[in-house]
């Protein structure tokens, strides 16, 4: 079971931390997503996207030489984050571990599934061996990102509640 750890420091005395599930929920829900992977030279490039919560991990998509790509073939560390822009409604959240590319046919299936259900059909991808097809001869390569670390970020009351899903399978 994974549990939170709230951070008394960065919150005020009457918060809770939310449960995982809800965490989750909201991770599955949430329509556009912000990507922060680091350049060569050590500047952060954040790009909004889309992307699908599957099997407790963040999976997304991304054109081979787009300098998401090119970031993550020279670091594979990353933060993933979304929530609502608002000050004193809602939960904000991110993730932070390393992007690992998917490949095969079988592994590729069940997210290009999901993309399609959650995006109604806005995403059509098939599954190849190596990325994603939706007809146009692109073919995007596929990461997952199994957070170390996911923080929960609540704004009524304020909150920062802080979960370690890899701990909790070891």
Partial sequence: MITGHLDLRFGQPDATPPAWADVGRQLAEAELYWLTTVRADGRPHVTPLVGVWHD????FCTGVGEQKQVNLAGSPYVAVTTGTPTWTAGTDLVIEGRADRVVGRGSLEPLA???RDKYDGDWPWRATEHGFDDGDGSTPW???VRPDKVIAFGKDPHSQTTYRPGAAER
């Fill in 113 to 115: 599934a999901a993309w």
């Fill in 142 to 144: 596929v990461y997952v």
């Fill in 56 to 59: 407790d991990a963040f999976a």
